[in-house]
């Protein structure tokens, strides 16, 4: 399957800061990806699909100043969560659908454990 | 909008022996894609298996495979032989039709999968 790492696998911040997440397809190219979030012992929640070249599209309820996306080049997506609060503390994963042989399917990253104190 | 619903919040199973995890979804689409994903302790996302909706047959992955069910729009994983590591949280995840990679995943609640020894 196809690989998509993230960087950086945890942080901990100051409440106010701000803190920027890598999204990387390693070995393939995705003019999309999708940003979801994870509380413990629950489902994924999508935040955010990160369109290369354009805005991304935000899902209903998701603060779009909140929570900025940059989808840089073919193989990067950023998610830059600004000025931070206790609230924000979660795990957040990146996927994008792709690899050699077909988009149909997501490959998700490892995961960034965010601890804002 | 389409749905996924996995009815066993948790499940557990001896060691070598089988167990199956059950998930419907609702659609009025014809075209679509299912999946199982692992998330393991690690919570790494893992692909177990894929299915695509136009194929009757069952697919099929070494001890992984599925009873899908597209009358019933039921989608069950079976796991045989069951191993230590199979033991994680188990997603199943709906996507519409080919064509567009930015078609996100809508997933159920999650499944929690013991293993015993």
């Known amino acids: 399957g196809a690989v998509v790492s993230q960087h950086p696998s945890w942080v901990i911040c100051k409440s106010g800061t701000s803190v920027k997440i890598e999204c990387r397809s390693l070995d393939f190219q995705a003019t999309t990806m999708f940003w979801y979030r994870q509380f413990p012992k629950q489902s994924l929640m999508l935040m955010a699909t990160s369109n290369e070249g354009s805005k991304a599209t935000y899902e209903q309820g998701v603060e779009k100043d909140k929570f900025l996306i940059n989808h840089a080049s073919l193989t990067l997506s950023t998610l830059t969560v600004t000025s931070a609060h206790p609230e924000d503390s979660s795990f957040y994963i990146c996927?994008?659908?792709?690899?050699?042989?077909?988009?149909?399917?997501?490959?998700f990253g490892p995961g960034t454990r965010l601890t804002v104190l | 909008a389409q749905t996924v619903t996995q009815s066993q919040p948790e499940m557990s199973v001896q060691e070598a022996e089988t167990v199956t995890l059950s998930c419907t979804y609702d659609t009025s689409e014809s075209d679509y894609y299912l999946f199982w994903y692992k998330q393991p302790p690690s919570r790494q996302m893992i692909l177990v298996i894929r299915?695509?909706?136009?194929?009757?047959q069952n697919a099929t992955e070494n001890r992984f495979s599925v009873n899908f069910q597209k009358a019933a729009k039921s989608f069950s994983l079976k796991i045989s032989d069951s191993q230590l590591g199979d033991a994680a949280m188990y997603f199943c995840a709906y996507r519409r039709g080919s064509g567009g990679s930015n078609y996100k995943l809508t997933f159920g609640k999650g499944t929690l999968l013991t293993v015993n020894p």
């Open positions: 299915q695509e909706a136009y194929k009757q």
């Open positions: 996927s994008a659908p792709g690899g050699l042989t077909s988009t149909d399917t997501q490959y």
